[in-house]
């Protein structure tokens, strides 16, 4: 069983890049597609961004396009969210899933990391 593993949060302000890492424990990703999401306060857990095992599908949510930029490292079993100029909105808890294909829903995923705090400062 794949448990995948969020690390990279943390404060940062307005207009400013985190990248956030996620990895498997236990097992590798190979095959995997592997998608992010983020849940705020109040709200319901939403799609960021997915990519396919060779990396050749990528996927993101139109309030992310142009700012935030998935990538893997198949060789040390890593998959990567590059956020850049960062928002208030953009302050959640991120999760990274592991699934067969790339998909913008919850459903699509079948494990779960426990995610990694992001507060973006205005």
């Known amino acids: 069983q794949v448990q995948p593993v969020e690390s990279g949060g943390g404060l940062v302000q307005a207009g400013g890049s985190l990248r956030l890492s996620c990895s498997p424990s236990?097992?590798?990703?190979?095959?995997?597609?592997v998608g992010w999401f983020r849940q705020a306060p109040g709200k319901e857990r939403e799609f960021v961004a997915a990519?396919?095992?060779?990396?050749?599908?990528?996927s993101y949510a139109d309030s992310v396009k142009g700012r935030f930029s998935v990538s893997r490292d198949n060789a040390k079993s890593t998959v990567y969210l590059q956020m850049n100029s960062l928002k208030p909105e953009d302050t959640a808890l991120y999760y990274c899933a592991a699934g067969l294909v790339v998909s913008v829903k919850l459903s699509g995923y079948n494990y779960w990391g426990q995610g990694t705090q992001v507060t973006v400062s205005s």
């Open positions: 236990g097992r590798t990703f190979t095959g995997s597609a």
């Open positions: 990519i396919s095992w060779s990396g050749s599908s990528r």
